[in-house]
């Protein structure tokens, strides 16, 4: 019977791929290998607001962010750094949004970074389209898309993510796509030009494990988005008005960017496996290779750091089998997704004995 | 013109020089002729006296005979019209002068003799000839000699192509023609309004090419057109019958008031006006008055005994009387003269929709089409009743047909565009619905829908003892504009639902913004109506189903539905509300905005009053009534034993007593206060204080003053003071609610004052009287959550839920409070909102769900739901415990 064929050979291939997968969980650096220990840092350059309640509005996006990578994710106040229009207003800002100081922090952030570190750059405030070009309003000369990328490009780093939370900030993609590179924008071109809400949420998803939405402990760049966007398009709904800024995620370096990036499209792989460390963690942990496992946290303990990779392995694993959804049969889909999930449940009972939680 | 050669036009040339040689010979000398010019002119603008006595200065000269006749048949004077030209004892002097006898024969039905003038005309090669001719055509379409008419309606094509140079007449001959053509090939109607824009052009005072034109577009449903047409010619001339009747049929279609004005001025002009007699009869008939639409059509009779168009009506006064005897001795009567004539079984089912029998429509429609398989608008009303009374599938069809043939029609246009858009819906099948809601929100809506759906329709079989036909079948749509198009075939209707009988469509809650309505309260309504139709087969008169309908919404819930208001009580006492034995009249034919409103709420009264004097099987009676023919009036004698005088006495005693206090706080001070608004918001700014304090003194009862006053002090924060202005005004107006109310004011005060209970009680008392009160009850929900009263809490978000079910923190709270008091059923219902909403965090939302079916033991689809929660996070520990607890513990 064609059906029934179709079927077992759609089962086949399942068990294939699971059996494939419990061998890569035996040997960690396969399924789920860890990165090297990585440093994040964060530079937040507030632009000009225009008028007291903007200005407090994005240094407060600004402050939200800066506090969530210190105090969740272990950053120190030289990795967390923000320059606003007026740094009077808060003792976390070191010194003034201007071009020459914005050049500068990029510059010495050039310096002190290494080649596995992250870099998160964002941009609050209002922005605009003239003349074919976007650009971020700051005191004094702006600093274009085109010479933003110039100084990216001298970080030391492919791990380097840029959002811009501004409004027009839609051709940042284009300007700033390059290999590895995550390039966030509020809109999806210089002619969205209403005032963002995107920043807002795009901050507050850093807060705490509500935008963690795979929780596996840690909010991704791209869950960040994803959170973000969502929220934005509720603001929306709930005023009864229409949606004026469209967000997009460029990481595949094809300079297009994504309006629903996941981690299966060619837009949100790498943003998966952008995350600024491991929440509470002092030392650095380490991201999987991709991003659909939990970070691996440092231990001392071998049988602890075999089980941690095993149950990274068994995460990815799901990941990996969620592709295939589509093209199998539900029934036996759910089932095969039960069998692997069931093994991850028992794993991190394992786990959670060994550190001495409950079994 | 678009078609290929047809026939030949016999006449050819010969004839035009013979009309140009007639022209000579009666040219009038050049002194009468400024004369004619004159009274041409004086006529087209609307002064006939002087019309009238200019063009007797040209003498029996054949234009000024034929002018002066124009205008006696224009006012009406149509004998006088005949008989100055002759032809009440035979032919016409001139040929020049047979076309207008013809048309003044015709509109006294004496058809014999038209079709004589009309042929005389034009074989003796009068001017007008080609009016002649297209108005014998017409003649041979009315007889239902159809491929006759349209042989020479097919001639006029090659009239136009050879190029001959037509006067104004001429192209209007023309442009009536191709219109009728336009039956067999849509895209002539375009040609045929391209002609009566040449005939405006050539003549631009004439009148006729611009009334034709906004009847061509009326046709189409395209009023603005209609409107900008008829205005031009009203602008000359305000009282021209043909232009005030056309302005007020697009009236009547943009749901206007004013029609009825415009009508009396028509009749004022010509009282003896066919087309405003039997428009008169059709609006009479809308409001179930059988007897005066019958007066009106008796004098279209009178004046053209073989009117089509009046015999229709007439039928249709016998068919919806039930006399189905006179009907048809009326039907046969119509189809003896014509008996290919469609529009009869059109009309009567036209008439039959406006009173709610939509299954008698799909049978009328269908005979219209079997006797003429080109009338369009058979094969729409066929398919557009078909849709109505949920015979989706051959509706689209007979739709489609009706497109293809007509597809300048925007109804039928606009419905199977929205037809096209049903596979974004998903259909519920429960015990007695058949639910239909759209893709992108039936997750959320469907518990919800279900539940009240199901519930309605149990209390109400309770209730009335028998069911209405199932399933029934309800359509919730997110945009207004698609209900609107589904109800009437075109946007912008301003109604929440309406019910065609066991279907049943409405707005989704989606569809208006938070606060706008409550849609369970709108569901109910309908379902009320699905009863009350199928119990009287369709009979009940529209303000008795409207009126027990707004009831059942508060005997279903308190806080549902209209409540007496300020606003209806100044209109009442201002007598701009009709008793309740014309209640009907201001549903069909309102006379002012507000009016239908008003109306819904003063007929839930009537039933207030005879539920608590008669007891509710006397409403049923009624409904049983209706469904033998009988009237409101037979009726209220057999069941109420009260005269319908008596039966508005006795309503108004009846409100006057209840309302006693009510009456006297909102209409003593009716000269200081302008209306309230119909809905029963605020009534206004606030002005300064002491003012108001000043006005308070003046007239202490004035409920108005006193909500004004305690408004304006609450907006200072003069909270002790304001608190007895608000008290005084919950006395003299205790069921009066809304988000500016006095309740709200005293729970504004209460809560600034710090006094949490005393303001959300106040609160909760506000929403008893306000069905869509949704941030009250939120605010409410807040409080009772500070005071720790979980249950209070519940109470009050499951309020806001009932109306607006799209905010996400609150199913979830809900969702809390209802696992908390062990109603794990409701818990499943508000996860399941959550995860329908999309939030941000989707794999704990359907980790919620999860723990809730599983406390609620559905194992199974918890099960389901933290697979899918894991498949989005792997890692979610707490979710990989429970599946290892759903399976038994372990693997």
């Known amino acids: ?359 | 013109m678009t078609r290929g050669r047809g026939m030949t036009w016999q006449g050819g040339r010969a004839a035009w020089l013979a009309v140009a040689t007639t022209v000579v010979c009666i040219a009038p000398t050049a002194l009468a002729a400024q004369d004619l010019d004159a009274a041409r002119t004086a006529f087209r603008t609307g002064q006939h006296a002087e019309a009238l006595r200019l063009a007797r200065s040209g003498g029996d000269a054949p234009e000024a005979l034929r002018l002066r006749a124009r205008i006696l048949s224009h006012t009406g004077d149509y004998d006088d019209a005949i008989a100055l030209l002759g032809g009440a004892t035979g032919p016409a002097p001139s040929p020049a002068l047979e076309t207008v006898l013809g048309e003044a024969l015709l509109a006294r039905g004496r058809w014999d003799e038209a079709a004589a003038a009309f042929g005389r005309a034009e074989a003796g090669g009068a001017p007008d000839a080609l009016t002649a001719r297209v108005r014998s055509a017409e003649m041979l379409y009315r007889r239902g000699r159809r491929a006759e008419a349209f042989e020479v309606f097919d001639s006029f094509i090659d009239i136009y192509n050879r190029g001959a140079r037509l006067d104004a007449e001429d192209l209007m001959a023309v442009a009536t023609a191709v219109s009728y053509l336009g039956q067999r090939a849509h895209v002539l109607f375009q040609d045929a309004l391209r002609a009566f824009d040449e005939a405006t052009a050539a003549d631009p005072g004439d009148p006729r090419p611009r009334i034709a034109v906004g009847d061509l577009f009326l046709a189409k449903y395209e009023a603005p057109s209609a409107h900008d047409s008829y205005r031009s010619v009203l602008a000359a001339d305000a009282g021209h019958p043909d232009a005030l009747l056309g302005e007020a049929r697009a009236l009547i279609f943009d749901g206007s008031p004013g029609a009825m004005t415009l009508i009396d001025q028509a009749l004022n002009r010509n009282p003896n006006h066919v087309g405003a007699r039997v428009f008169l009869a059709r609006q009479r008939l809308r409001t179930e008055d059988y007897d005066r639409a019958r007066e009106e059509i008796d004098r279209a009779l009178e004046v053209n005994p073989r009117s089509l168009e009046a015999l229709s009506v007439l039928a249709a006064i016998h068919y919806l009387q039930g006399d189905r005897t006179a009907y048809d001795r009326v039907r046969d009567r119509a189809l003896a003269l014509n008996p290919a004539y469609p529009d009869l079984f059109n009309t009567v089912a036209e008439l039959a929709i406006d009173t709610r029998k939509y299954a008698d429509a799909v049978d009328l429609a269908r005979q219209a089409v079997q006797r003429d398989s080109l009338s369009w608008w058979g094969w729409g009303v066929l398919g557009t009743n078909q849709l109505r009374t949920g015979m989706i599938e051959t509706g689209r069809a007979n739709l489609e047909r009706a497109f293809a043939g007509d597809p300048y029609n925007v109804w039928f246009k606009n419905t199977l565009d929205l037809l096209d858009t049903f596979e974004q819906y998903r259909v519920v099948r429960t015990d007695n619905l058949e639910i239909m809601l759209h893709g992108s929100e039936a997750d959320l809506l469907e518990p919800y829908v279900t539940a009240v759906a199901e519930e309605a329709f149990a209390a109400l079989r309770a209730r009335y003892g028998a069911p209405p036909p199932t399933p029934i079948r309800l359509e919730l749509y997110p945009r207004s504009a698609d209900f609107s198009v589904r109800t009437f075939g075109l946007v912008g209707l301003g109604a929440l639902g309406v019910s065609f009988g066991s279907t049943l469509v409405m707005d989704s809650p989606s569809a208006r913004e938070e606060g706008g309505f409550n849609w369970q309260s709108t569901l109910w309504h309908e379902m009320a109506h699905a009863y009350h139709l199928a119990l009287s087969d369709h009979n009940v008169p529209r303000w008795f189903s409207e009126g027990l309908a707004v009831r059942e919404q508060r005997v279903a819930r308190p806080h549902w539905g209209f409540r007496a208001s300020p606003a209806w009580m100044q209109a009442y006492e201002a007598g701009q509300m009709p008793p309740v034995s014309r209640l009907n009249d201001a549903f069909v034919r309102p006379a002012f905005p507000e009016q239908v409103v008003l109306a819904y709420l003063q007929g839930s009264l009537v039933f207030d009053w005879i539920e608590e004097q008669w007891g509710f099987g006397v409403i049923r009676a009624f409904l049983d009534g209706y469904r033998t023919g009988a009237t409101t009036e037979a009726l209220a004698r057999e069941h109420l034993g009260l005269s319908v005088d008596a039966l508005d006495d006795g309503f108004d005693t009846y409100v006057r007593e209840r309302y006693a206090t009510e009456f006297a706080s909102v209409t003593g001070g009716l000269q200081a206060s302008p209306l309230m608004s119909a809905a029963g918001g605020g009534p206004g700014p606030a002005r300064d204080v002491s003012e108001l304090r000043a006005q308070a003194r003046r007239t202490p009862g004035d409920f108005q003053t006193r909500l004004r006053l305690a408004r304006a002090l609450v907006e200072i924060e003069a909270w002790d003071e304001a608190e007895p202005e608000a008290r005084e005004a919950l006395r003299l107006f205790p069921e009066y609610g809304g988000a500016e109310g006095p309740w709200v004011l005293v729970g504004r005060i209460h809560e600034a004052r710090g006094e949490i209970r005393e303001a959300a009680d106040a609160y909760r008392a506000a929403a008893r009287f306000d069905e869509s009160a949704v941030p009250l009850a939120r605010r409410e929900a807040e409080l009772r959550a500070e005071l720790g009263d979980t249950e209070g809490e519940r109470a009050a978000l499951a309020r806001a839920v009932e109306a607006w079910p799209y905010d996400i923190e609150v199913h979830e709270r809900l969702a809390e409070l209802h696992a908390d008091a062990r109603d794990t059923r409701g818990a499943v219902i508000e996860r399941r909102a959550v995860v329908a909403l999309d939030p941000a965090d989707m794999a704990e939302a359907r980790y919620r769900l999860a723990v809730a079916l599983r406390d609620d033991g559905q194992r199974d689809a918890a099960r389901s739901e933290i697979l899918r929660a894991l498949e989005i996070a792997p890692g979610f520990d707490a979710a990989l415990e429970l599946l290892l607890e759903l399976r038994g513990g372990g693997a």
């Not at chain 1, 086949?12 to 789920?32: N, R, W």
């Not at chain 1, 808060?90 to 100081?101: F, K």
């Not at chain 1, 994504?258 to 995350?275: H, K, L, N, V």
């Open chain 1, 1 to 359: 019977m064609r059906r029934a064929g179709r079927s077992t050979r759609l089962l086949a291939a399942a068990l294939a791929f699971t059996a494939a997968g419990v061998a890569a969980t035996a040997l960690p650096g396969i399924g789920a290998a860890p990165a090297q220990a990585q440093d994040s840092h964060l530079l937040v350059v507030v632009g000009l607001g225009g008028d007291d309640a903007y200005r407090e509005r994005f240094l407060g996006w600004a402050l939200t962010l800066r506090t969530a990578a210190m105090e969740r994710y272990g950053l120190s106040a030289e990795q967390a750094v923000i320059l606003a229009e007026d740094p009077e207003m808060d003792p976390a800002v070191v010194g003034e949004s201007r071009r020459e100081r914005f050049v500068a922090e990029l510059e010495a952030l050039a310096t002190r970074v290494s080649p596995d570190d992250r870099v998160l750059l964002v941009l609050i405030g209002h922005g605009s389209f003239r003349g074919g070009e976007a650009n971020f309003n700051i005191p004094g000369r702006d600093l274009g898309a085109s010479e933003l990328g110039v100084l990216l490009d001298a970080v030391p780093t492919e791990r380097v993510a840029i959002v811009n939370t501004a409004s027009a900030s839609g051709p940042y993609v284009q300007a700033l796509s390059a290999a590895g590179r995550t390039v966030i924008t509020a809109t999806a071109s210089g002619g969205e030009r209403n005032e963002t809400q995107f920043g807002e949420h795009f901050a507050a998803a850093w807060e705490d494990d509500q935008a963690d939405l795979d929780k596996n402990g840690a909010v991704s760049l791209l869950e960040a988005f994803q959170y973000a966007r969502r929220e934005t398009a509720r603001f929306y709904e709930e005023r009864n008005l229409l949606l004026t800024e469209h967000a997009l995620l460029d990481d595949d370096g094809d300079g297009e960017g994504t309006r629903e990036p996941t981690i299966e499209t060619a837009d949100g792989a790498t943003a998966a496996s952008f995350t600024l460390g491991m929440p509470g963690a002092r030392s650095a942990a380490t991201a999987t290779a991709t991003g659909a496992a939990r970070p691996i946290p440092a231990t001392a303990d071998s049988v602890l750091a075999r089980l941690y990779g095993e149950r990274a392995g068994l995460e990815e694993q799901v990941a990996e089998f969620r592709r295939l959804r589509d093209s199998m049969d539900p029934d036996v889909y759910e089932s095969e997704l039960e069998t692997l999930l069931v093994d991850l449940a028992l794993k991190s009972r394992e786990i959670r004995a060994r550190e001495g939680g409950e079994g």
